[in-house]
T-cell receptor
Framework: DTGVSQDPRHKITKRGQNVTFRCDPI?????LYWYRQTLGQGPEFLTY????????KSRLLSDRFSAERPKGSFSTLEIQRTEQGDSAMYLC?????????????FGPGTRLTVT | AQKVTQAQTEISVVEKEDVTLDCVYE???????LFWYKQPPSGELVFLIR??????QNEISGRYSWNFQKSTSSFNFTITASQVVDSAVYFC??????????????FGKGTHLIIQP
């Protein structure tokens, strides 16, 4: 059973450029989450999908951020016109929600550096 | 609003000592879920435990144990006979919905645990 995978693992970009990250969840999981983690902090929730539907977005997710999950499989997170404040680790997690709840399993993350 | 507080920023102990990581949470819901995750230097968050608010039984798994007390809104984590491989950042997290739901998991700032040989 493979875990959650993310690509790329590292991304360095110049301010103003667009970047896109990919997340492949555990295959049978129906929920997919995106978080952002900055140095010395815990992960902060950005958005989540139930199958292909995006059900919630955090106020942290400005208009420059967009996420998709076509066909309820992998997901992409795009940041347009990157700013230095976007530098962070972007984490993806997936879960299979059953009665009584279930836990989220995290991928290795994509570390974004905006210069 | 929900909140998780991990007051211990960093703890350093010598190998084989017991160590307890504190977690205090705030929530208005009567049904909620508490989690502990481990983040080793490699960076990937590793799930350790989930506890439902209606189940106050403490849990032991090998050298790990968890003490859940609703009266003090605490969910503390103890490592017995610590080992160098336990060195990591440990996060406590809270969710008001099964599996994370609309607001995802709310994490504390983490406790950096250093186990010295």
């Amino acid at each position: 059973d493979t875990g959650v995978s993310q690509d790329p693992r590292h991304k360095i970009t110049k301010r103003g450029q667009n970047v896109t990250f990919r997340c492949d969840p555990i295959s049978e999981h129906n929920r997919l989450y995106w978080y952002r983690q900055t140095l010395g902090q815990g992960p902060e929730f950005l958005t989540y999908f139930q199958n292909e539907a995006q059900l919630e977005k955090s106020r942290l997710l400005s208009d420059r951020f967009s996420a998709e999950r076509p066909k309820g499989s992998f997901s992409t997170l795009e940041i347009q016109r990157t700013e230095q404040g976007d530098s962070a680790m972007y984490l993806c997690a997936s879960s299979l929600v059953l009665a009584g709840g279930d836990e989220q399993y995290f991928g290795p993350g994509t570390r974004l550096t905006v210069t | 609003a929900q909140k998780v507080t991990q007051a211990q920023t960093e703890i350093s102990v010598v190998e084989k000592e017991d160590v307890t990581l504190d977690c205090v949470y705030e929530t208005r819901d009567t049904t909620y879920y508490l989690f502990w995750y481990k983040q080793p230097p490699s960076g990937e968050l590793v799930f350790l435990i989930r506890r439902n608010s209606f189940d106050e039984q403490n849990e032991i798994s090998g050298r790990y144990s968890w003490n859940f007390q609703k009266s003090t809104s605490s969910f503390n984590f103890t490592i017995t006979a610590s080992q160098v491989v336990d060195s990591a950042v440990y996060f406590c997290a809270l969710s008001e919905e099964a599996g994370g739901g609309a607001d995802g998991l709310t994490f504390g700032k983490g406790t950096h645990l250093i186990i010295q040989p």
